[in-house]
């Protein structure tokens, strides 16, 4: 009955997903871990300490970045036909994670970053077999760069993007370069914002993230990490068995949707910046969604399903066992 629901196309779920999400949030906000700093940006969204004053506003606030994420998944992946089934439990596997990244980051601004970066995915998805390609480049490059304003490290998403042009495409180096005017554009404006205003003194771009300072200490996040990774295993090794991905376009859409997870989990690993795990959430949700999508016995959908929220349900609450 379980996986019946769970894997249903229902209308219903663009009502119910964000309710359940604002749900999970206003759960989770207590074990919220603020952030020590402010979060390395161009631009800081200050006003948002103000209007969030208490847990209901608080939770308001969270709650609409992540429902827009929750409802860009199976609009993704429906239109791309990643999925024929269970498209709305990815969004709900994604929300089974957040609270994890409330409580190991808790930034507000790096899920707003994130929620702009989406339609990065529906450019480089749309590369395959388009007439234009160098236009898609040079539009995931400027969201990119948009996102990068409110949160510096998502500059590295240009780097996954280069290497997904190539899953795509032959190398050209015109496309490169409208993908560097790209990323440079948005911040000519704002430089040229705070030149005319004469605050060039606030101008500034931090890239003190990276530091190469790694995270080998932290046992609870470890833990977390290592039990995502197995469940992104189970799904790559449906994914790898004969027959699973027949259409190239599709075959090339999940390999960059791995890529994805390896390159932001590398960077997290390596930056020790942990606002990261936003950005690997959401292919791993991807991931862990062809799994059980592609779980025929219902008792082994509904065991491992369980195991899966338990697992990302104890971290928020009960993180302190591994401490």
């Known amino acids: 009955m379980l996986r019946r629901i769970l894997l249903h196309h229902s209308s219903l779920y663009f009502i119910a997903i964000p309710l359940m999400g604002f749900a999970m949030i206003y759960a989770v906000v207590p074990e919220l871990q603020k952030p020590d700093a402010q979060c390395p940006a161009v631009l800081h969204l200050t ?35 990643m999925f024929e089934k269970g498209m709305f439990l990815n969004s709900i596997l994604w929300l089974l994670m957040l609270p994890a990244v409330m409580y190991f980051s808790g930034d507000l601004q790096v899920t707003i970053a994130s929620l702009i970066v989406l339609p990065v995915y529906y450019f480089i998805f749309g590369m395959y077999k388009s007439e234009y390609p160098s236009h898609l480049f040079f539009n995931a490059s400027l969201i990119i760069s948009i996102a990068s304003l409110f949160y510096t490290p998502t500059l590295l998403m240009v780097l996954l993007l280069w290497m997904g042009w190539l899953f795509y495409n032959p ?84 390999n960059f949707i791995l890529l994805a997870f390896v390159f932001f ?53 009960s993180g302190d066992l591994f401490n």
């Open 47 to 81: 006003f948002l300490n103000q209007w969030s004053a208490g847990r209901i506003p608080f939770s308001l606030l969270w709650s609409l970045p992540a429902a827009l994420i929750m409802l860009f998944l199976p609009m993704l992946t429906s239109r791309f036909t």
């Open 171 to 254: 190398f050209k180096p015109r496309a490169y370069l409208l993908s560097v005017t790209g990323v440079l554009l948005p911040y000519f404006f704002v430089f040229s914002y705070f030149f005319i205003f004469d605050g060039r003194e606030h101008f500034e771009i931090p890239f003190r993230f990276i530091s190469l300072s790694g995270i080998i200490g932290n046992t609870p996040f470890l833990v977390f990490m290592a039990g995502l990774a197995f469940m992104v295993l189970l799904g790559l090794i449906r994914l790898a068995s004969p027959g699973a991905v027949k259409k190239v376009g599709l075959r090339k859409n999940m």
């Open 265 to 317: 989990a590398a960077a997290l690993f390596i930056t020790g910046e942990y606002s990261l795990l936003i950005f690997v959430i959401f292919p791993a949700s991807v991931i862990v969604n062809y799994y059980f999508v592609h779980t025929i016995r219902s008792w082994v959908f509904l065991l491992m399903f369980l195991l899966f929220c338990g697992f990302m349900l104890y971290f928020p609450f």
